[in-house]
């Protein structure tokens, strides 16, 4: 197996920029257009990418549908809900603003990729802008948009995300306790953790 090192290698194999359809640059926007925004505000789920000093981490982001607010046509609000505290992606935006986030809508094909730079805020009365059931994130993220295009449904087809017939059974994978009961040799854990998991997620949900 050869490895590939420069870009003129990758050019070979698959052609050079002519190689490349007008459809996949014409759908290139540096702003949010208005059917850019259908998609932005319909959408209950993002991967949000991010790099720092140790390194690229990509995260999941889930909230009520349109839960990324369109603040203008080139920025982007994302509140930042109650997790585990690690903060890894907010810790990279502090140092690095550099940030990619892929929209996906339940039972569509196409996801919406958006790239630009970001800052994160606490203003009190933008983190109470988005109070749910009383409870405001402890920060927002603050994208301005560089590009924002569309991607072709090809991959959602081929895993067939979307597809009941392609659920998998969770009785087939380790459950989350079992994986930390092992990783931690049984310091936390366990049936414990994955029976109250249903209680805590409400309690802490917002």
Same mark, same amino acid.
């Given at each position: 197996m /050869?490895?590939? *090192? $420069? /870009?003129?290698?990758?050019?070979?194999?698959?052609?050079? /920029?002519?190689?490349?359809g007008e459809a996949s640059t014409a759908k290139v926007a540096h702003h949010v $257009? =208005?059917?850019?925004?259908r998609f932005i505000e319909a959408s209950?789920? %993002?991967a949000l990418a991010t790099s720092g000093p140790e390194g690229l981490d990509c995260s999941p982001r889930g909230d009520l549908p349109g839960f990324v607010r369109v603040a203008d046509s *080139? $920025? %982007? %609000?994302? =509140?930042?809900?109650?997790?585990?505290?690690r903060i890894d992606s907010l810790l990279n935006v502090v140092r690095d603003p550099r940030v990619g986030l892929m929209f996906l809508i339940p039972g569509i094909g196409n996801a919406l990729r958006?790239?630009?730079?970001?800052?994160? *805020?606490d203003d009190p009365a933008l983190l109470g802008s988005f109070a749910v059931q009383g409870? /405001? =994130?402890r920060s927002v993220m603050v994208v301005t948009v560089r590009e924002v295009y569309f991607q072709c449904a090809r991959a959602l087809i081929r895993s067939g995300l979307w597809r009941a017939d392609s659920h998998v059974d969770p009785r087939s994978l380790p459950t989350p306790g079992q994986i930390l009961a092992e990783m931690s040799q049984g310091r936390v854990g366990g049936d414990t953790y994955d029976?109250?998991?249903g209680e805590r997620a409400r309690d802490t949900m917002w």
């Amino acid at each position: 197996m /050869a490895v590939i *090192e $420069t /870009a003129a290698d990758l050019r070979r194999i698959y052609g050079g /920029a002519d190689a490349v359809g007008e459809a996949s640059t014409a759908k290139v926007a540096h702003h949010v $257009t =208005p059917h850019y925004r259908r998609f932005i505000e319909a959408s209950p789920f %993002l991967a949000l990418a991010t790099s720092g000093p140790e390194g690229l981490d990509c995260s999941p982001r889930g909230d009520l549908p349109g839960f990324v607010r369109v603040a203008d046509s *080139e $920025t %982007l %609000l994302l =509140p930042d809900r109650r997790g585990n505290n690690r903060i890894d992606s907010l810790l990279n935006v502090v140092r690095d603003p550099r940030v990619g986030l892929m929209f996906l809508i339940p039972g569509i094909g196409n996801a919406l990729r958006v790239n630009g730079h970001a800052v994160i *805020e606490d203003d009190p009365a933008l983190l109470g802008s988005f109070a749910v059931q009383g409870k /405001a =994130p402890r920060s927002v993220m603050v994208v301005t948009v560089r590009e924002v295009y569309f991607q072709c449904a090809r991959a959602l087809i081929r895993s067939g995300l979307w597809r009941a017939d392609s659920h998998v059974d969770p009785r087939s994978l380790p459950t989350p306790g079992q994986i930390l009961a092992e990783m931690s040799q049984g310091r936390v854990g366990g049936d414990t953790y994955d029976r109250s998991w249903g209680e805590r997620a409400r309690d802490t949900m917002w």
